[in-house]
């Protein structure tokens, strides 16, 4: 049951890539070009020598992209369905579906929004090269604090239930996370690389593109794979019941 899940799972994580670099192509790679066009000038400005075009633009906006987009997709949708597979009846009463919408928000919230406002992807030009190790371990360690307080906000979430109730249990815990996540992100250090003259209307458009093929990617998931799930459990339990009736 698990390998035809995570089957599944995989196969619905590759249509989420393709709908992502579809949306990534069409509303993320113009303000790329934008990025790089700004970024060409402030060089020449500067009397820098341009550098060298290992890769070109047509293939990273193009197959280079497309690549990225579904192997990874692909990757976290295996994790989706490993996950979901081990959840799926025991944080919850809810169906396949269910199940999968809410870990579907739960993955997007934890791993994508939650990170991302504390440090919001950025285009080219904005950044410093020499940071760029600094800003990633700062990235990940936001992702592993807001995984690690979820998994705690939902073990705490289900023992308030028992006392206060469903609703009211759900509440206190959400409260405890967002309070959790706050403490956190006033801890991290801040990062603010921008440039005075990049646009900050072409900034704040490229932030909202990089937040939608993560909203894509998640609400692929929980809805496609949740569908496909039940799907296949209804007929994994309706083959189970005939065996034992036969």
Do not use: C
């Not at 035809?4 to 069409?26: E, N, S, T």
């Not at 009846?89 to 929004?113: C, E, H, K, N």
């Amino acid at each position: 049951m698990v390998g035809r899940l995570l089957l599944r799972g995989m196969i619905v994580g590759a249509l989420a890539g393709i709908l992502v670099f579809a949306f990534a192509h069409i509303f993320g790679e113009p303000l790329v070009d934008w990025a790089i066009g700004f970024e060409e000038k402030a060089a020449q400005a500067a009397g820098e020598a341009p550098e060298p075009e290992i890769v070109s633009r047509a293939t990273q906006a193009g197959i280079g992209l497309f690549t990225g987009s579904v192997i990874f997709s692909t990757a976290i949708g295996g994790l989706f369905a490993l996950v979901f597979s081990l959840v799926y009846g025991r944080i919850s009463s809810f169906g396949a579906r269910g199940t999968a919408a809410l870990l579907a928000i739960a993955a997007f919230v934890t791993i994508s929004l939650v990170p991302d406002i504390k440090y919001p992807a950025n285009p080219p030009a904005v950044g410093n090269p020499e940071t760029i190790g600094a800003r990633t371990e700062l990235f990940f360690i936001m992702i592993v604090a807001s995984t690690a307080g979820m998994i705690v906000a939902i073990g705490f979430g289900r023992r308030l239930t028992a006392r206060y109730g469903s609703w009211n249990g759900a509440i206190i815990a959400g409260i405890g996370y967002i309070a959790f996540i706050a403490l956190i992100q006033y801890l991290l250090p801040p990062i603010d690389e921008v440039p005075e003259q990049f646009s900050a209307v072409v900034l704040w458009r490229f932030r909202i593109a990089s937040l939608g093929m993560h909203a894509i990617l998640w609400a692929t998931l929980g809805l496609a794979f949740g569908a496909w799930a039940e799907r296949q459990l209804t007929l994994v339990h309706s083959s189970n019941v005939t065996a034992r009736r036969a």
